[in-house]
């Protein structure tokens, strides 16, 4: 979000923000049930929705930092798998499924499929297309493990 909109709005609406937070202050200090919780939860969000922040702008931030984690963490996967290219195994079975296992990634496939099932460290990272790394990858696999390419 942007800084200089949230300023904007600290310096219109300074005395509500205050006037919420000495009712923030009193309910956490007078009400001692779950009630407290849930008039904090209201004041907070009728604050957050007097100041314009609707739930369609929350939505958008929460998508642009998934799909900014996404990307990272992909483009993290991508570079482990060619440093660790050397030391992954390939094995496979007569159905023509396969995996790749190397120390920090793991990936599974089928023989004539153009997507795999890659995890880094455990953590599922979805299914990926067969891009020219993931061949590169594949293919050292393979050769590290003495199997044919044609297997």
Do not use: C, H
Not at 8 to 34: G, H, P, R, S
Not at 90 to 111: H, V
Not at 123 to 133: E, M, P, R
Request: no cysteine; charged share 20%.
């Amino acid at each position: 979000m942007n800084t200089q909109v949230w300023s904007d709005f600290i310096q219109q609406n300074w005395l509500i923000i205050v006037i919420a937070l000495i009712v923030l202050f009193v309910v956490l200090n007078l009400v001692k049930t779950m009630v407290k919780w849930v008039l904090v939860i209201i004041i907070v969000v009728a604050v957050l929705v007097y100041s314009g922040v609707s739930l369609d702008k929350i939505k958008n931030v929460v998508n642009d930092v998934t799909t900014e984690t996404v990307d990272t963490v992909k483009t993290e996967a991508t570079n482990v798998m060619m440093k660790e290219a050397k030391e992954a195994k390939y094995t496979s079975d007569a159905a023509g499924n396969f995996t790749i296992t190397s120390p920090n990634l793991e990936m599974k496939g089928q023989k004539g499929n153009d997507k795999v099932e890659v995890s880094l460290r455990g953590v599922s990272l979805g299914q990926w297309k067969i891009n020219d790394t993931v061949k590169s990858f594949i293919s050292e696999a393979k050769n590290n493990s003495n199997v044919s390419p044609g297997k």
